[in-house]
């Protein structure tokens, strides 16, 4: 528009751009979409065709910026305009040309990506975007992959082609989003899934459906590389996952989890392994029948709590301790308190710290922290305490802006004893339910079963069937995506991906209900069971009890819910 107005020779009507476009340049500002362009004239046309050949000449490996030679270009434009449609390019402050190279480049690589959706969302090539997804075909390997990395690196996703971020603008310009849809999902399914998430693709809801129960079967494909499962599993809770049941409730809207039935009976608690003391003995506890969601709660669950206010509601926060919390009061005072019991456990073990690392159960880079920490004076350990853990009120969970952490299908972290029982009696008025934490027995005869097994799945460790440090993931993953990770019955990621939140209170074994244990007033630490992402073999066993503050907000402290009355 400002070359028009300045009646520039090359945007005159019937030049590079139509007449029709040229008085709809002149007499609006306002166009349908934010990338809607010109479309009858050769200007914008040879524009997009320019970007989407150059990038396809692009080497792997190479620049995502292309710079081609001045006659490249006027060959890729394939027109006898193709001197006057760079000359436009450069006046629209879309084209550069170095002279000194005797060469063209797009100003930057969003702009040569935009031009090259435009062509791409006219003419679609997926197969540009294919990649393996079975284990086996997939190269590198994923063992491959895992022993170049560097033990504090995460995992990283598969190796791309150069054009997911073009397919991705394409595909809210495409004529017919729903073929542009199928077709990539057969070449790319996790991406096709991100594509149609995006709230400008005008896809169907028969096409969403049908990609969603396509992307929740990678989910659980035991043939597919653990990388196309974290993928698919991203990009189907972007997209909303059809195994929770979204209902109005007089609070807003909530998402009823799947819950799985657990038989009452007798179940073996505790372990005399003598990993740690608190553990034992073995004692067997009787329990009646409940059920327990078959996933860690997730993030699109508690959006739904965080946007009805439940911050704000001081009804869900039901005793002295959890109101002075929704309060601000001592919201950081726990993980203070906790890192300083973890220095003097530093100090008092210096030597072990590097034991750890060569033992393959800590990263160079915690070993490096914590001889940081431990060799810290006091002073400046407080600052550090005070930096990491501000004071104040808290309105949302500790990583909910974080995008390691805050995908929709991933579990809830960083979110303390008060906040999720307050999502508990939240749930429970949205439903009519009763629904709250579990107790410790519960949660570990549920994860142990009748046999008293040593994980979920059974008794010996397998990396390949959960999320713990040796899975090398360094964050959560979307729930679900280790098939023959779960119990007999069906529950999910009970070794490993979260710690989960239990109502008890920790004490000694034996365990007894009746001993004020299951006492929700006051801030006695409570358990957590399950293991981490970020923890070893040996408390990923469904067995270990860990147990912090209840005003604790860890990245690896998630929860999950007991159904206390029938569905």
Same mark, same amino acid.
């Given at each position: 528009?400002?070359?028009?107005?300045?009646?520039?020779?090359?945007?005159?009507?019937?030049?590079?751009?139509?007449?029709?476009?040229?008085?709809?340049?002149?007499?609006?500002?306002?166009?349908?979409?934010?990338?809607?362009?010109?479309?009858?004239?050769?200007?914008?046309?040879?524009?997009?065709?320019?970007?989407?050949?150059?990038?396809?000449?692009?080497?792997?490996?190479?620049?995502? !910026?292309?710079?081609?030679? *001045?006659?490249? &270009?006027?060959? +890729?434009? @394939? /027109?006898?305009?193709?001197?006057? =449609?760079?000359? $436009?390019?450069?006046?629209?402050?879309?084209?550069?040309?170095?002279?000194?190279?005797?060469?063209?480049?797009?100003?930057? !690589?969003?702009?040569?990506? *935009?031009?090259? &959706?435009?062509? +791409?969302? @006219? /003419?679609?090539?997926?197969?540009? =975007?294919?990649? $393996?997804?079975?284990?086996?075909?997939?190269?590198?390997?994923?063992?491959?992959?895992?022993?170049?990395?560097?033990?504090?690196?995460?995992?990283?996703?598969?190796?791309?082609?150069?054009?997911?971020?073009?397919?991705?603008?394409?595909?809210?310009?495409?004529?017919?989003?729903?073929?542009?849809?199928?077709?990539?999902?057969?070449?790319?399914?996790?991406?096709?899934?991100?594509?149609?998430?995006?709230?400008?693709?005008?896809?169907?809801?028969?096409?969403?459906?049908?990609?969603?129960?396509?992307?929740?079967?990678?989910?659980?494909?035991?043939?597919?590389?653990?990388?196309?499962?974290?993928?698919?599993?991203?990009?189907?809770?972007?997209?909303?996952?059809?195994?929770?049941?979204?209902?109005?409730?007089?609070?807003?809207?909530?998402?009823?989890?799947?819950?799985?039935?657990?038989?009452?009976?007798?179940?073996?608690?505790?372990?005399?392994?003598?990993?740690?003391?608190?553990?034992?003995?073995?004692?067997?506890?009787?329990?009646?029948?409940?059920?327990?969601?078959?996933?860690?709660?997730?993030?699109?669950?508690?959006?739904?709590?965080?946007?009805?206010?439940?911050?704000?509601?001081?009804?869900?926060?039901?005793?002295?301790?959890?109101?002075?919390?929704?309060?601000?009061?001592?919201?950081?005072?726990?993980?203070?308190?906790?890192?300083?019991?973890?220095?003097?456990?530093?100090?008092?073990?210096?030597?072990?710290?590097?034991?750890?690392?060569?033992?393959?159960?800590?990263?160079?880079?915690?070993?490096?922290?914590?001889?940081?920490?431990?060799?810290?004076?006091?002073?400046?350990?407080?600052?550090?305490?005070?930096?990491?853990?501000?004071?104040?009120?808290?309105?949302?969970?500790?990583?909910?802006?974080?995008?390691?952490?805050?995908?929709?299908?991933?579990?809830?972290?960083?979110?303390?004893?008060?906040?999720?029982?307050?999502?508990?009696?939240?749930?429970?008025?949205?439903?009519?339910?009763?629904?709250?934490?579990?107790?410790?027995?519960?949660?570990?005869?549920?994860?142990?079963?009748?046999?008293?097994?040593?994980?979920?799945?059974?008794?010996?460790?397998?990396?390949?069937?959960?999320?713990?440090?040796?899975?090398?993931?360094?964050?959560?993953?979307?729930?679900?995506?280790?098939?023959?990770?779960?119990?007999?019955?069906?529950?999910?990621?009970?070794?490993?991906?979260?710690?989960?939140?239990?109502?008890?209170?920790?004490?000694?074994?034996?365990?007894?209900?009746?001993?004020?244990?299951?006492?929700?007033?006051?801030?006695?630490?409570?358990?957590?069971?399950?293991?981490?992402?970020?923890?070893?073999?040996?408390?990923?066993?469904?067995?270990?009890?860990?147990?912090?503050?209840?005003?604790?907000?860890?990245?690896?402290?998630?929860?999950?819910?007991?159904?206390?009355?029938?569905?």
């Amino acid at each position: 528009q400002r070359e028009i107005e300045a009646d520039h020779p090359l945007f005159q009507p019937d030049t590079l751009i139509s007449a029709r476009d040229h008085n709809r340049f002149s007499q609006s500002r306002n166009w349908r979409t934010p990338h809607e362009l010109p479309q009858q004239g050769i200007l914008f046309d040879r524009l997009s065709h320019l970007a989407f050949g150059m990038q396809a000449q692009r080497q792997p490996g190479e620049a995502s !910026q292309v710079r081609i030679d *001045y006659q490249d &270009a006027l060959d +890729l434009l @394939a /027109h006898d305009r193709a001197n006057e =449609v760079l000359q $436009a390019g450069e006046a629209l402050g879309v084209l550069e040309e170095d002279l000194g190279r005797d060469a063209v480049l797009y100003v930057h !690589q969003l702009l040569q990506e *935009y031009f090259a &959706a435009r062509w +791409l969302a @006219a /003419h679609p090539e997926p197969y540009r =975007v294919q990649r $393996a997804w079975r284990a086996d075909q997939v190269s590198p390997h994923l063992a491959e992959t895992l022993a170049d990395l560097a033990d504090s690196d995460p995992l990283p996703p598969l190796p791309g082609t150069g054009w997911e971020e073009t397919t991705v603008l394409a595909a809210a310009m495409a004529l017919n989003p729903d073929t542009f849809i199928t077709d990539l999902m057969a070449a790319n399914l996790a991406l096709a899934g991100r594509c149609a998430a995006q709230p400008d693709v005008r896809v169907s809801e028969q096409t969403k459906a049908t990609l969603r129960h396509a992307l929740l079967a990678r989910t659980q494909d035991p043939s597919a590389d653990l990388r196309a499962r974290i993928a698919a599993g991203l990009a189907l809770g972007t997209l909303g996952d059809p195994r929770w049941q979204r209902h109005p409730g007089p609070h807003g809207d909530y998402l009823l989890p799947p819950l799985i039935p657990i038989s009452g009976g007798t179940y073996p608690i505790g372990s005399d392994e003598g990993h740690y003391d608190g553990e034992a003995p073995v004692h067997p506890v009787t329990l009646h029948a409940f059920q327990l969601g078959q996933f860690p709660v997730t993030n699109a669950e508690y959006a739904l709590f965080w946007k009805a206010g439940g911050y704000e509601d001081a009804r869900w926060w039901d005793t002295e301790a959890a109101q002075a919390w929704r309060r601000g009061e001592n919201t950081a005072e726990g993980a203070k308190q906790q890192w300083r019991e973890n220095r003097q456990t530093l100090q008092a073990n210096f030597d072990n710290i590097r034991n750890l690392h060569q033992q393959g159960r800590i990263t160079s880079q915690q070993a490096d922290n914590w001889e940081k920490i431990a060799r810290m004076d006091d002073d400046a350990f407080e600052a550090q305490l005070e930096e990491w853990y501000p004071p104040g009120r808290q309105t949302q969970p500790a990583f909910w802006n974080d995008t390691a952490f805050n995908n929709p299908a991933q579990p809830v972290v960083g979110v303390c004893w008060y906040e999720a029982r307050a999502y508990c009696a939240w749930l429970s008025a949205q439903t009519g339910q009763a629904f709250r934490l579990p107790t410790e027995t519960e949660w570990e005869a549920a994860a142990r079963g009748p046999t008293g097994r040593r994980y979920a799945y059974g008794d010996d460790f397998d990396a390949t069937r959960c999320n713990t440090f040796e899975t090398h993931i360094h964050r959560t993953t979307p729930v679900g995506i280790f098939p023959g990770g779960e119990t007999p019955e069906g529950l999910i990621d009970m070794t490993g991906n979260t710690w989960d939140w239990t109502s008890s209170q920790h004490q000694p074994y034996p365990y007894h209900a009746t001993d004020d244990r299951e006492d929700p007033a006051g801030d006695a630490r409570r358990v957590v069971r399950g293991g981490s992402w970020s923890f070893d073999p040996v408390n990923a066993r469904a067995a270990s009890r860990n147990h912090y503050a209840p005003n604790i907000r860890f990245d690896n402290l998630g929860f999950r819910l007991v159904c206390a009355s029938p569905i």
